[in-house]
């Protein structure tokens, strides 16, 4: 069951997540970021060749049906902060975008916008503690947690893995490997514990830890 966050907000991680969800479920994306109009309001803009293809509003339908069972936001926020533009219709914003500009006369409906270009996924580096729980009859409950605001990753969610598949787990991660056989003692000794990890984004994701 996914745990949604009390608290939503635009940050710089949602584009890619979105990006990663969509591209799972067959929608192509050529390029995400995120933009800001009004001095404080912001979206995040996707742009798809599946929109020049089939049209904004079956995209959009695929998009939330893609978006539903996601823990990292939920529908009814990025009902309202998600923008999905075709290549065609943004060919000339990209060509500046591309160039280095970071505001736009306009985009779609919005005018005078700032420009936040985000990398795909596995592009976008993470550190933070992987917390490792005893889950009873050799399962291990865990979940990460970011450094700082991690991009904007605040949210834990749990995962259960078989002590066994630990080193399967853990691939994609930088992990020292005294820290591996910690996490072994701690599972034996019926007790928590947590390591320094580095990964990505789409690691993560993958993962099924955001």
Do not use: C
């Amino acid at each position: 069951m996914a745990t949604y966050p009390l608290v939503e907000r635009i940050n710089l991680d949602l584009p890619a997540l979105v990006a990663l969800s969509l591209q799972k479920h067959g929608v192509p994306v050529s390029s995400r970021f995120l933009i800001r109009y009004d001095t404080s309001q912001w979206q995040v803009v996707i742009i798809s060749p599946a929109v020049d293809n089939a049209g904004g509003r079956d995209v959009y339908l695929r998009a939330f049906e893609a978006l539903d069972g996601e823990a990292f936001s939920t529908r009814q926020f990025l009902s309202s902060h998600l923008l999905l533009m075709g290549e065609a219709q943004t060919r000339e914003a990209l060509d500046r975008i591309g160039k280095g500009v970071s505001r736009l006369s306009s985009l779609g409906p919005y005018e005078e916008v700032d420009v936040y270009v985000v990398p795909d996924a596995d592009k976008i580096e993470k550190q933070g503690f992987l917390y490792f729980r005893p889950a009873g009859n050799d399962v291990i409950s865990v979940a990460f947690a970011p450094l700082g605001d991690g991009g904007g990753l605040g949210l834990l969610k749990p995962l259960n893995i078989s002590a066994n598949a630990l080193d399967t787990f853990l691939a994609g991660f930088s992990v020292y490997e005294t820290d591996k056989q910690k996490v072994l003692d701690a599972q034996r000794q019926n007790r928590t514990e947590s390591v320094l990890a580095r990964t990505d984004l789409k690691t993560l994701y993958t993962k099924g830890l955001v």
